[in-house]
């Protein structure tokens, strides 16, 4: 299937984010930065305009009290000092040159003094000081209060509208995550494009179609290969029976015992293969029955190996094909009495059948990826073997809707490097009948 393409997922240890919350942020982010840049614009603005009226009025003023004092020789205006020595001295080289100016100076606190000076005829220097006034500083309060509550409103609303934008995204990419998984477990029928739905079309829509025809593609060479060894193995069939046939026809002694050993291998390899076949193209199901999980275990252990130690610490009922979950047993014991030591041990608790050996353990390519055809593992637990019983225990527990996993045994905190004091494989059968692969129950 397609997902014997697909190496095992890892984990990974980070932060998990969703989409919409990293749009979110992003666009208040964004938006709280344009805001505080307008705000600070339009505050610097405003106090720029309001210092120039202030500027523009006190010269107005500063030229009353010039001709008024002109034409009486005494300041008669408002606020208006003869050669004041508080005067700014830039303020004071510009009215030595003859000028009339005016100056701005910040107080402590941050409030401007408005200086206007100019000179008169006689020598001296008129002078008005003001501050800014409290209109104006309310204006300016004012003015900034509401930049402050339309900046909130600005990153809020696009915060909202990221969550919006965000979750609409991101509940597309879950879909076609959710399609795509199914895809991988097995099920072709599945479309991400259909999936994940929606009539405005977006990138997620090509990534969707892309992943569609990828899997089509996958699909498409898979069948391809089944077919071939499936075609291949049935054509095999045939004269392999005939050769079984013709050896047991030789004379007996130690060759024909060779030839008939081998020729068995052979059919037995032929058989296997088959299997496989048929379990890669997702059309086996299986024919449910109610067993007690326990007995059925101990009943086929002790018809196939009196040797293996059955123990069941709790004992229920299951609705499972027994001759699928026969198989599963029996290649499981066949494996660990093929690579492992003994004693095998054989313990059913619940809907949970384990399966353990003494020997060196799995290989950890099969601990990381799981069973592979024609790969039997490393050299201490590989003497012989085509590698294909875990593979179709593997495939014979999803028609079942079970659960195949494979462990090692280590002594408790002890590191990676030390061997293994045994191998576990672990068949969890579900607590449903597994209808959802197409199964179907048999009528006593």
């Known amino acids: 299937m397609i997902r014997q393409l697909v190496p095992a997922r ?47 009025l006190a010269d107005e ?39 009339r100016a ?69 509940r597309r990419l879950r879909k076609a995550a959710a399609a795509a998984n199914q895809v991988a477990s ?22 969707a179609s892309a992943v569609d025809a990828m899997a089509d593609t996958l699909q498409e060479r898979l069948e391809a290969e ?45 058989e296997d293969v088959l299997e496989v076949a048929r379990l890669d193209g997702a059309s086996e199901r299986a024919e449910l029955q109610d067993i007690v999980l ?38 499981l014991l066949a494996n660990a009495a093929r690579h492992g030591k003994q004693p095998i041990q054989v313990t059913v608790e619940g809907r949970v059948i384990r399966v353990r050996d003494h020997g060196p353990g799995f290989p950890e390519d099969l601990l990381a990826e799981g069973p592979s055809r024609f790969r039997t593992g490393s050299a201490d637990r590989a003497g012989h073997g085509h590698g294909l019983g875990l593979t179709i225990a593997a495939g014979q527990a999803r028609v079942l809707g079970a659960r195949l996993t494979f462990r090692n045994v280590r002594p408790a905190g002890a590191p990676a490097h030390i061997s293994a004091e045994g191998a576990v494989a672990v068949l969890w059968l579900p607590e449903h009948a597994p209808t959802n692969t197409g199964s179907y129950p048999v009528m006593p």
């Open 294 to 331: 326990g007995e059925f275990v101990a009943r086929r252990v002790a018809a196939k190996d009196p040797d293996v130690e059955v123990r069941v610490v709790h004992e229920s009922m299951v609705t499972t094909d027994p001759r699928r979950l026969e198989r599963v047993l029996f290649n």
């Open 61 to 99: 003023r500063v030229q009353i009290a010039q001709r008024n004092y002109e034409q009486s020789g005494r300041p008669n205006f408002p606020n208006i000092k003869i050669d004041d020595s508080r005067l700014p001295p830039s303020l004071r080289e510009k009215v030595r040159e003859g000028r």
């Open 102 to 170: 005016t100056f701005v100076s910040d107080r402590t606190g941050g409030v401007p003094d408005i200086w206007a000076a100019v000179p008169v005829k006689d020598g001296h220097v008129l002078s008005l000081h003001t501050g800014f006034t409290d209109r104006s500083t309310d204006i300016l309060n004012d003015l900034d209060q509401a930049l402050v509550i339309g900046s909130i409103a600005v990153v809020l609303g696009g915060s909202a509208l990221g969550v919006l934008i965000g979750g609409q995204l991101s």
């Open 226 to 270: 089944r077919r071939v060894t499936a075609d291949i193995a049935h054509e095999l069939r045939t004269p392999v029976t005939g050769l079984l046939t013709a050896a047991e026809l030789l004379p007996p002694g130690r060759p024909t015992e060779l030839v008939l050993d081998r020729a068995k291998a052979m059919r037995t390899l032929v």
């Open 186 to 207: 097995g099920e072709p029928n599945v479309r991400v494009r259909d999936a994940i739905g929606g009539v405005v079309r977006d990138e997620t829509d090509d990534l």
């Open 10 to 56: 890892r984990e990974r240890v980070g932060i998990r984010t969703g989409l919409r919350w990293k749009l979110s942020a992003a666009i208040a982010l964004v938006g709280a930065l344009v805001a505080i840049a307008l705000s600070l614009v339009v505050h610097n603005a405003a106090r720029v305009s309001m210092l120039d009226n202030a500027r523009d």
